[in-house]
């Protein structure tokens, strides 16, 4: 194509690209990077380690402040290949080079975030320093903790929506049957949805898929004898409404985490909504027990002036078993 809008261009060849004009685009953008962190007094990170699609293990660091003009700013310095062990001595030795290698001092760092991982806080004890506890995964253990202390009926409730969902995936008469009684009762022709059980948010959009195609369910699961067991009752549907209440409110606490500047100011209107959507007796409950367990010390550190002690990873052993 672009031989023939201009026989005279060369194309540049992959090495040029890889080893020059990528490398120089890098350099580029570091020495701004760099230079913009000349100017900040203090400044926070985030890490995480991560694995490609070709199972290659990485370890990442970005690095927040608030500049001059007062904006909260982010840059993520590096992605880097990081074969070694995952171990909390090689993961601190990496991050010290890390900022080292962007001339950043370690005593302008105010504060790390990580995940809940043993080696996480053993890289904070050994480096020394401050770490707070990302509020997605300690949201996630507590939502996982609160259905595990209702167990008994919310197991059940959830168990009659995988078989539901598990006879229509298996069957293209189902299917067909399930889609004409959606036109007939002017419902969203949408498909049921599977969940992982070890991904409390896939179990939130079951349970929600399951709620509102309730009465196209109801009419395709009623002509056929073998299968009618599979209607919930109404004290299903009332356990599996609460549910989906207090999983729907928490939903959203997760997907404002997304957002390249969630700040732990955040939290709090998060959790303030989810409170205010549980009318009913289960619904409170399961909300208390998140509440309580873990998402009450995020929205307690923005009502604090920041320091030192604050932040300490010295849970309770409660804390420390449940994010074991």
């Known amino acids: 194509m672009i031989h023939t809008l201009d026989k005279r261009y060369q194309l540049p060849s992959r090495n040029y690209f890889s080893q020059i004009a990528i490398p120089k685009l890098y350099n580029s953008c570091r020495d701004e990077v760099q230079k913009e962190m000349a100017t900040v007094?203090?400044?926070?990170?985030?890490?995480d380690l991560w694995s490609?699609?070709?199972?290659e293990p990485y370890i990442s660091l970005t690095v927040h402040f608030v500049d001059e003009e007062f904006e909260l700013k982010s840059h993520c310095l590096q992605t880097s290949y990081f074969p070694?062990?995952?171990?909390?001595?090689?993961?601190?030795?990496?991050?010290?080079?890390?900022?080292a290698a962007w001339d950043l001092c370690e005593e302008?760092?105010?504060?790390?975030?990580?995940?809940?991982?043993t080696n996480m806080v053993k890289v904070v004890e050994l480096n020394q320093w401050t770490r707070i506890q990302?509020?997605?995964?300690?949201?996630?253990?507590?939502?996982?903790?609160?259905?595990?202390?209702?167990a008994q009926c919310i197991n059940r409730?959830?168990?009659?929506?995988?078989?539901?969902?598990?006879?229509?995936?298996?069957?293209?008469?189902?299917?067909?049957?399930?889609?004409?009684?959606?036109?007939?009762?002017?419902?969203?022709?949408?498909?049921?949805?599977?969940?992982?059980t070890t991904r409390w948010g896939s179990t939130q959009k079951m349970i929600g898929r399951?709620?509102?195609?309730?009465?196209?369910?109801?009419?395709v699961l009623c002509t056929d004898r073998k299968v009618r067991h599979l209607l919930p009752s109404w004290q299903d549907l009332e356990v599996l409404e609460s549910v989906n209440r207090v999983l729907k409110s928490h939903a959203l606490a997760v997907r404002h985490t997304q957002f390249n500047q969630f700040t732990r100011s955040?939290?709090?209107?998060?959790?303030?909504?989810?409170?205010?959507?549980?009318?009913?007796?289960?619904?409170?409950?399961?909300?208390?027990?998140?509440?309580?367990?873990?998402?009450?010390?995020?929205?307690?550190?923005?009502?604090?002036?920041?320091?030192?002690?604050?932040?300490?990873?010295?849970?309770?052993?409660?804390?420390?078993?449940?994010?074991?």
């Open 108 to 117: 302008r760092q105010v504060a790390i975030t990580t995940d809940n991982g």
């Open 52 to 55: 490609s699609r070709t199972s």
């Open 84 to 99: 070694a062990d995952h171990t909390g001595e090689n993961i601190a030795l990496g991050l010290r080079e890390a900022l």
């Open 266 to 324: 955040h939290a709090t209107p998060c959790i303030s909504h989810a409170e205010k959507a549980m009318p009913t007796k289960l619904s409170c409950k399961l909300y208390n027990v998140v509440y309580e367990a873990h998402a009450h010390k995020v929205c307690t550190h923005t009502h604090r002036t920041f320091d030192t002690s604050s932040c300490d990873d010295d849970d309770s052993e409660e804390d420390q078993e449940r994010d074991e």
């Open 210 to 219: 399951v709620l509102e195609q309730q009465s196209a369910l109801s009419k």
């Open 41 to 47: 007094t203090f400044f926070s990170t985030t890490m």
């Open 157 to 196: 409730a959830t168990g009659i929506c995988r078989k539901i969902v598990g006879h229509f995936s298996h069957s293209w008469k189902k299917r067909v049957a399930l889609r004409e009684a959606q036109r007939e009762l002017n419902l969203p022709e949408h498909a049921m949805v599977t969940d992982c």
């Open 134 to 150: 990302c509020f997605g995964p300690r949201l996630h253990l507590a939502i996982e903790n609160a259905l595990k202390k209702n």
